[in-house]
C-alpha cells in the first residue's frame, strides 16, 4: 500500500510556518497561521484557564469515560453561550462537545449526509479552505456562492442573494460564518441577517452556522445576534463552535455541535440520532479543554475575568487594524481603508501571489498566497514596518 507513494505535499500553512522559523530577520512577522497573538507576539494561555485548570488538578477524581456527546455541563454553558438561556431558541437547541470547531463541522457533515442523502451545501466564495474539504469528504456536493468582493472590499450582497434565491431548494444546506468572516472579515449587518433568515424561509433550506470567533468581533452578545435573527424565523438549523480562539484552548480541541429543531421533541430526537455518528468516528470527545471551559462559565467570577480577558484580545486586534489604517494613508498604492471596517483576526490584502512573495522576500512578512493576512501578528511596535510594506508591494 505504501511502497510507491510519492511525497505528500506540504501544507501551506505549516510549510510556511517553517521557512519562517528559520528566518533570521529581527523584522520578520507571521501574518499566516490563525493564532491569537498578544502585543508581544506570544500565543498566551488565559490566566482564567490556568485558574481553571489548577481547579481541575486538586478536584478531579477519575479520568473515566463520559460519553459520544461529551461534557454535560460544557455543552449547557455552550449552548447558554450561543442562545440566551431562557429564549425560545435555547428551549429547541441541544449541544454535543466535539473535538474542535473542526470536528463539529465534519459531525455535522456526516449528520447531512446520513439524515439527508443528495443535499447539497451552499458555501461562501471566499470561505476557509478547509470547509469544502470537510463536506466532501463525508460525501457532501458542495456549491459556491458569491460572498465578497477581494477588489473593493465589502460584500457582494446583491449578488449573493440574487444566485441563492436562484438555486437554493429546501433539500440544501447554507454554509454561513457566524461572524468574523474567515478569511475577509467582513460580515452582514442586522438587516442582512434578517433578509438572509427570510430568504431560507422562502426556500425551505437550512443553515448550518460556523462559529469559531464568538467575541473576536464586537462581543458575545453582538455576535451572536445573526445566528438569534435565523433561529426566529427558521425550524431548524446547526451551529459549529470553537473555544480555540476565545479561550486560547487551540491545542486541548475543545468545540461544539449545537442542534435547533422545531420544539424539545424534535430536538431531542435529532439528538439521538446524531450520537450513533460521533460514536462511530471518535466514540468520545477530549474532555481537558471542556472541563477547563465549564468550570469557567460555571464560576461567576471567573466568568467575569474571563469576559475582561476576551474584551482585551477583541480590542487589541482592533486597535491594530484601525493602527495599521492610519499608517498606510497617503502612502499610495491600494486603498486599504476598508480595513476599519471589518472585524476579528482575518483580512484579505487583495495582492497577487507574487506580491505576497515580495513581502516574504524582501519585507521578511508572512501571509498565506490567497493574501489572507492574520492581523493579530501585527504589534503597535511592527505595524509600521508591515504598513510600508504593504504600500510598498502594491505601489
Partial sequence: MFADLSDAPLDPILGMAQVFAGDPSPQKIDLGIGVYKDENGNVIVLDTVKQAEEYLRNTQTTKSYLSSAGNPQYNDAVRGLIFAPGSDAHGRARTIQTPG??????????????????????????????????????????????????????????????????????????????????????????????????????TGAMPFVDLAYLGFGHGLEPDRAGINILAARVPEMIVASSCSKNFALYRERTGALTLVAGGERQVEAAKGHLLPVVRANYSMPPDHGAAVVAHILGTPALRAEWEVELNGMRERIRRVRLELVNQLAGKGGRDFSYLADQTGMFALLGISPAQVQSLRSDWHIYATDSGRANLAGLTMANVAHAAEAFASVTR
Avoid at 460525501?139 to 449578488?159: C, K, N, S
Avoid at 449573493?160 to 474567515?182: I, Y
Wanted: aromatic share 8%; with cysteine.
Fill in 101 to 202: 470547531g473542526t470536528g463539529a463541522l465534519r459531525v455535522g457533515a456526516d449528520f447531512i449526509a446520513k439524515l439527508r442523502p443528495g443535499a447539497r451545501v451552499f458555501m461562501p466564495d471566499p470561505t476557509w479552505p478547509n470547509h469544502p474539504a470537510l463536506f466532501r469528504a463525508a460525501g457532501v456536493e458542495t456549491v459556491v456562492y458569491p460572498y465578497y468582493d477581494v477588489a473593493a472590499g465589502r460584500i457582494r450582497f446583491d449578488a449573493m442573494m440574487d444566485a441563492l434565491g436562484e438555486q437554493l431548494t429546501a433539500n440544501d444546506v447554507l454554509l454561513l460564518h457566524g461572524c468574523c468572516h474567515n478569511p475577509s472579515g467582513a460580515d452582514p449587518d442586522q438587516a442582512q441577517w434578517a433578509a438572509i433568515a427570510e430568504l431560507l424561509e422562502r
